[in-house]
T-cell receptor
Framework: DGGITQSPKYLFRKEGQNVTLSCEQNLNHDAMYWYRQDPGQGLRLIYYSQIVNDFQKGDIAEGYSVSREKKESFPLTVTSAQKNPTAFYLC????????????FGSGTRLTVV | AQKITQTQPGMFVQEKEAVTLDCTYDTSDQSYGLFWYKQPSSGEMIFLIYQGSYDEQNATEGRYSLNFQKARKSANLVISASQLGDSAMYFCAMREVIFGNEKLTFGTGTRLTIIP
């Protein structure tokens, strides 16, 4: 079945460490997105990519980095520069069509210990 | 400025009653799309319904309907005959294309609780 796979489901990070969250899709979607969700809040856009080897900053890109070397994959690195990384991270993808919905992964819950 | 505004942080509704979740949006574009998503406690985002800015009729999907009032820039979600399984967070979102880049912007959500 087609879908988006995020791994790991839970991730613990020590302060000062970089961690990478995985996002893989087999839907042949062109565009991929990373969102951050804090408890009781909406989703905020971190980074997005419309095509391979190209990506744009979202509303809260500071302290994060991404790459898009393959169409299927859009990993997110949470760097040590991100001062408050504890949150729920969601990856999404879509086709370039106004009528098509976004498909979301099941999320990664990152906790700084 | 807020692009998507959901003014109801929480709502309690009796089972089997209808419920309306409010959403207003702000855009100067002529072409845009509006979505509603449901997020249960497991965290997954479940697509409910979509309304395009040029769609003349309000969208409907089973028990869900979208009350689209373009001049007022509102896109309220109506759930008919609510069920216990409808208890979740509900997010309104708007799709925009800015300088050729497409993105989806979310509101802060409404937590809906259905009371037996």
């Amino acid at each position: 079945d087609g879908g988006i796979t995020q791994s790991p489901k839970y991730l613990f990070r020590k302060e000062g460490q970089n961690v990478t969250l995985s996002c893989e899709q087999n839907l042949n979607h062109d565009a991929m997105y990373w969102y951050r969700q804090d408890p009781g809040q909406g989703l905020r856009l971190i980074y997005y990519s419309q095509i391979v080897n190209d990506f744009q900053k979202g509303d809260i890109a500071e302290g994060y980095s991404v790459s898009r070397e393959k169409k299927e994959s859009f990993p997110l690195t949470v760097t040590s520069a991100q001062k408050n990384p504890t949150a729920f991270y969601l990856c999404a993808s879509t086709t370039q069509s106004m009528n098509y919905g976004y498909t979301f992964g099941s999320g990664t819950r990152l906790t700084v210990v | 400025a807020q692009k998507i505004t959901q003014t109801q942080p929480g709502m309690f509704v009796q089972e089997k009653e209808a419920v309306t979740l409010d959403c207003t949006y702000d855009t100067s574009d002529q072409s845009y799309g509006l979505f509603w998503y449901k997020q249960p406690s497991s965290g997954e985002m479940i697509f409910l319904i979509y309304q395009g800015s040029y769609d003349e009729q309000n969208a409907t999907e089973g028990r869900y309907s979208l009350n689209f009032q373009k001049a007022r820039k509102s896109a309220n979600l109506v759930i008919s005959a609510s069920q216990l399984g409808d208890s979740a967070m509900y997010f309104c979102a708007m799709r925009e294309v800015i300088f050729g880049n497409e993105k989806l912007t979310f509101g802060t959500g409404t937590r809906l609780t259905i009371i037996p």
